[in-house]
């Protein structure tokens, strides 16, 4: 099963559109790091390990990454947010991201990387969510001021209408 780690930008981009839920069915697995865990996304929404997301540790290698990234591509991504790039690099696996300057660091460092929108047209294909349902979603995203590709995420949704 396709492992993604996720920064914490996703996760809150799933809470403001009330997927949660809806995210953890997916035919994939979810990770993050765990002090990004910790730190970022427990206090506000805990118990996501008990609907199937995993807490992975970055190892001491990929920490000396991680930090060596902030000096390569700048502090605009958080530390926490490089321990994500880092733990996906570790892995081996996709990188899900909204912030666009981690994405660039991710795309330099030739680590996958997939966003919301992506997220939304995958609930879609795999009949978790109708389109409206992803409109709704990407609505209430935007109510609670989060930052994505509007225009872009509703001419993608749009065009998974059976009739499109």
Not at 14 to 27: D, H, I, T, V
Not at 85 to 98: H, I, S, V
């Amino acid at each position: 099963m396709l492992l993604l780690i996720s920064d914490a930008n996703i996760l809150i981009d799933m809470e403001a559109g009330e997927l949660m839920q809806r995210l953890f069915q997916l035919p994939v697995q979810f990770a993050i790091p765990d002090i990004l865990y910790w730190e970022e996304i427990e206090p506000g929404t805990p118990g996501l390990e008990d609907q199937g997301l995993q807490i992975l540790e970055v190892t001491g290698e990929y920490v000396q990454y991680a930090s060596a990234m902030q000096g390569k591509y700048g502090t605009a991504p958080s530390p926490n947010d490089y321990l994500a790039l880092a733990l996906a690099k570790q892995e081996g696996c996709p990188l899900l991201t909204g912030d666009q300057y981690l994405k660039a660091a991710a795309q330099a460092e030739d680590v996958p990387v997939m966003g919301t929108v992506w997220l939304l047209r995958t609930m879609v294909e795999n009949h978790l969510l109708s389109v409206d349902e992803a409109i709704t979603a990407l609505t209430l995203m935007k109510e609670s001021k989060r930052r994505l590709p509007w225009a872009d995420a509703e001419r993608i949704l749009n065009g998974l209408r059976p009739d499109a």
